[in-house]
Each structure stands twice: as structure tokens, then as C-alpha cells.
């Protein structure tokens, strides 16, 4: 199995951006896809979650309501849609994937956001 994580870069704050991940190895259908971040010198955290039957879920903390997370099954892919970024959103993002939600079997390499203001 294998997750690819790109869309990173360095940005300004108030600016947005699109993460994806690519899965292969798996049957994507039947996996629950997520986002985490790590920032520097902080523990990883949670960001969003889509579930292999379409729920979503997102984090109290880490972006909701300016955090999107979307997939394509046809294509094997999970987005995070970030908007409105802030210095504080800077981190390196994971996508994972489990068969149950929550459970993240599956980690990708990461791709690091950083925002400046």
C-alpha cells in the first residue's frame, strides 16, 4: 500500500490550498481516508476524515470550518481544501487509511504547509 501525498508549499497567510493523496495498493472503496498534521515540535493531530461510506468528519480544533476533505473513488484519491490559512496551519500533513474509521493503518510520507503572515 502506498499514499502520496502532494500540494504543499509556502503561502501566505489568508491564502488556500488544495492537499491530495493518491492510494494505491488498496481497494479504495472500502477504506476510510484521513488528513493529520504535524506541526513542529508538536504531537500529530487530526485534522479531517472521510469515511469509506462518504461521512465526513473534522477536527473541533485544526481548521474546521475552513477544511474540506473530499474523495474521488474513481481515481484513488482523498483532498484536503484549506482556506483561509494562518501561520498557525503550518505543519507537515499525512494522509492515512484504515478499513475502520478512525483506525489508520496506512500512512503517506506527508507534505509540508508552511504560512506565512
Known amino acids: 500500500v502506498q499514499l502520496q501525498a502532494s500540494g504543499g508549499g509556502l503561502v501566505q497567510a489568508g491564502d488556500s490550498l488544495r492537499l491530495s493523496c493518491v492510494a494505491s495498493g488498496l481497494t479504495f472503496d472500502d477504506y476510510s481516508m484521513a488528513w493529520f498534521r504535524q506541526a513542529p515540535g508538536k504531537e500529530r493531530e487530526f485534522v479531517a476524515q472521510l469515511t469509506w461510506n462518504g461521512g465526513t468528519m473534522y477536527s473541533a480544533d485544526s481548521g474546521k470550518g475552513r477544511f474540506i476533505i473530499s474523495g474521488d473513488n474513481a481515481k484513488k484519491t482523498v483532498d484536503l481544501r484549506m482556506d483561509s490559512l494562518t501561520p498557525e496551519d503550518t505543519a507537515v500533513y499525512y494522509c492515512?487509511?484504515?478499513?475502520?474509521?478512525?483506525?489508520?493503518?496506512?500512512w503517506g510520507q506527508g507534505t509540508l504547509v508552511t504560512v506565512f503572515s
Open positions: 492515512a487509511a484504515g478499513v475502520v474509521p478512525s483506525t489508520y493503518i496506512y
